[in-house]
């Protein structure tokens, strides 16, 4: 998924917004910080680059463009200008405990991959977003609802 990284964007990842440490003591001020830099690096985006880093890997655009926009909604994003290389553990915050990922999660089975394994979610945390975007677009050509046959 490296080729998105020489265009001209920042990457949503713990590395480009790191959080101070005194913050992971109190979670939502760290999640309020993260919302925020985070916010600032997508605003920043121009569509038109986006688009090209998901044409590069070959991944649907119109696909990651559906997904995006639940995922901008549900987690409160300024936008759905997100690249392959955002880390899913930063688009979808408290990925595991806050209810607008799950919400999240559940809109994107319930109207565009209703069959994805369960093991994917799990796994999100420490997959970028072009890997979950491939894990659906595997599902959805596979008719079987076994999941992702990704590497993970």
Known sequence: ???SRNSDF??????????PWYLNLFPAAANSYIKKKGSKILLGRDSEMIKAAWIRINID???AKKVSK???HWCEWPNALFVPDDKC???F???NYDST?????MQIEDEIVPNLNLSVWSKTVSMSYGELIRCIETT???SRPQGCRANL
């Not at 920042?10 to 959080?19: D, G, H």
């Not at 990922?101 to 999660?105: K, N």
């Open 89 to 91: 553990s930063i688009l």
């Open 140 to 142: 959805l050509r596979d």
């Open 101 to 105: 990922t799950i919400g999240a999660m």
């Open 10 to 19: 920042t990457i949503l990842s713990e590395e480009t917004i790191p959080v």
């Open 70 to 72: 639940i995922i901008a």
């Open 1 to 3: 998924m490296s080729d």
């Open 93 to 95: 915050q408290d990925i």
């Open 61 to 63: 655009v119109d696909l």
